[in-house]
């Protein structure tokens, strides 16, 4: 008898040092529980933010990237509160996300405050752009532009790209759009790293109000209520070119630090600013979404002291003067954006977002970024290979895109792209995991198609006899 009781004691014991070597290991610390809340998280959204039928947005987003995993994490939705949980076999690692009308959704860890009652509604609906078929057939080869967008789409089961939506805009007219199966010009397409973008796009808006100075040092708060004087140097330039110098990798893998913070962490940006300096701010380009989390902090702050003044104040900067209305913008927890990741909003409006850039940052006679703000996005950051401005990443010599394109780029697949010279913006997103989306194949398909309309001669009236335009200079001159 004392043996069989011994025996169990051995048993039960290594199953607790499993359980604890689990916990403290990579894999319970950070895989798990970041799987539980990417669960949690993207049904919420994807569902109640997005607007897709939630088999659709499992099936689409997440059953790729979990694989094996996902037989291992469940959820459920509770609809009339609009929150999800999920947990590995229903037992462990459980997340709570949070649905909050104009806010969208929340991981919830229990920390911080938070106000799950606290709203702040969108106060008008979206406004669709109108489909110009004057001027596309104007300007456009109608087949070929046709063909792009549908060869855009997955016609074969095979085809894995799940493209979701895409919207050509040209001259600022809405020229084509196309929508699978579940989706439309009214859903809210999950911009992933877009954000991005968007958060340099904030951070115009406010240098030109004269609010900020990107180049400051010890701008940043996060970083300075850190007794480290070495963090101090680190400016919002640094930190939106991602060449912060701070230990926040990002791969993917699900045991990152990118991970970590954005699904277990109820304070991401003090995560951020409490990693190890890696390299003096400048020196070291590397992609990692914490640097947008600490510049995206640091402007939440200049616009009100209370998170539902601060919402105002990012739609009054840089969406309401866009005619954009379907955006939600995440917090997390602690009610800091999360502007590296969780931006929503339709096509269209992303488009809007996108058309600024093209537009010299103009919206009619009004100045939202600096005259100068697109050379400065557009100037590549020593170490990218030229391939990434600040908030945007710019095209290589194997991509053929016109050299002054500037694109928008999140995880999964989602793209926008803004082409000046050619008055072109398009934006395509989808559920793309582990294949190539060839959504630069759809911008060139898209600019392949364009042709300026010939010259009327009929309207040609203000030409003299040689064929010269009335005042148009001569060789010598």
């Known amino acids: ?73 469940g959820y459920e939705m509770d609809a009339e509160n609009r929150e999800v949980t999920s947990s590995v076999l229903g037992l462990f690692w459980h997340q709570r996300a949070v649905w ?35 001027h596309r057939d104007q300007w456009f080869d109608t087949e070929a532009l046709d063909a792009a967008l549908a060869d855009a789409f997955d016609e074969i089961e095979a085809d894995s790209r799940h493209t979701l939506g895409v919207a050509v805009l040209h001259q600022g007219r809405l020229v084509a759009e196309r929508y699978a199966d579940g989706a439309s010009r009214d859903t809210r397409f999950h911009g992933w790293s877009m954000t991005k973008s968007a958060m340099t796009t904030l951070a115009g808006a406010l240098v030109e109000e004269g609010r900020l100075d990107i180049d400051a040092e010890g701008a940043v708060p996060a970083l300075a209520e850190i007794d480290d004087i070495r963090l101090s140097e680190i400016t919002i330039s640094h930190l939106l070119r991602m060449a912060g110098g701070l230990a926040i990798a990002e791969d993917n893998t699900g045991t990152d630090p990118n991970s970590e913070m954005l699904f277990t962490q109820s304070d991401m940006p003090l995560y951020a600013a409490t990693r190890e300096r890696l390299h003096a701010p400048g020196e070291h380009w590397q992609y990692m979404s914490g640097n947008t989390i600490l510049a995206t902090d640091t402007m939440q702050r200049l616009l009100g002291d209370t998170l539902p003044d601060q919402v105002a104040g990012l739609r ?42 093209m537009n010299d940052g103009m919206v009619d006679a009004e100045r939202i970024l600096p005259e100068d703000w697109y050379d400065i996005v557009a100037e590549p950051t020593p170490g990218s290979n030229g391939e990434y401005g600040m908030g945007f990443w710019l095209p290589d010599e194997r991509s053929s895109l016109p050299t002054d394109t500037i694109m928008m780029s999140g995880f999964q697949g989602q793209w926008g792209y803004v082409m000046p010279e050619q008055e072109l913006v398009i934006v395509r997103f989808g559920a793309t995991t582990g294949v190539n989306s060839r959504s630069g194949g759809l911008a060139l398909a898209v600019l392949d198609a364009l042709q300026p309309p010939a010259m009327d001669p009929a309207m040609d009236t203000d030409s003299d006899v040689d064929g010269a335009p009335e005042g148009a200079p001569t060789p010598d001159e």
């Not at 088999?55 to 094996?68: E, R």
């Not at 009308?101 to 406004?127: I, K, N, R, S, W």
């Open 316 to 357: 009054a900067r840089i969406y309401e003067p866009l005619g954009i209305y379907s955006a939600i913008m995440e917090p997390g927890e602690n009610g800091v954006f999360q502007g590296s990741s969780y931006m929503y909003a339709t096509a269209h409006d992303w488009a809007r977002l996108a058309l600024l850039y």
């Open 100 to 134: 909050r009308d104009g806010l969208g959704c929340t991981l919830v860890h229990g920390g911080h405050g938070f106000d799950a009652e606290l709203t702040v509604p969108v106060e008008q609906d979206f406004v669709p752009l109108e489909l110009d078929t004057a």
């Open 1 to 73: 008898m004392k043996k069989r009781y011994f025996a169990g004691g051995a048993i039960a014991a290594l199953l607790a040092a499993g359980v604890i070597a689990l916990n403290l290991s990579p894999i319970g610390r950070i895989y798990l529980p970041s799987g539980t809340g990417i669960v949690a998280k993207q049904m919420c959204s994807l569902t109640w933010v997005s607007g897709l039928e939630s088999d659709q947005a499992y099936d689409l987003y997440l059953a790729p990237l979990l694989g094996d995993a996902g037989s291992l994490i």
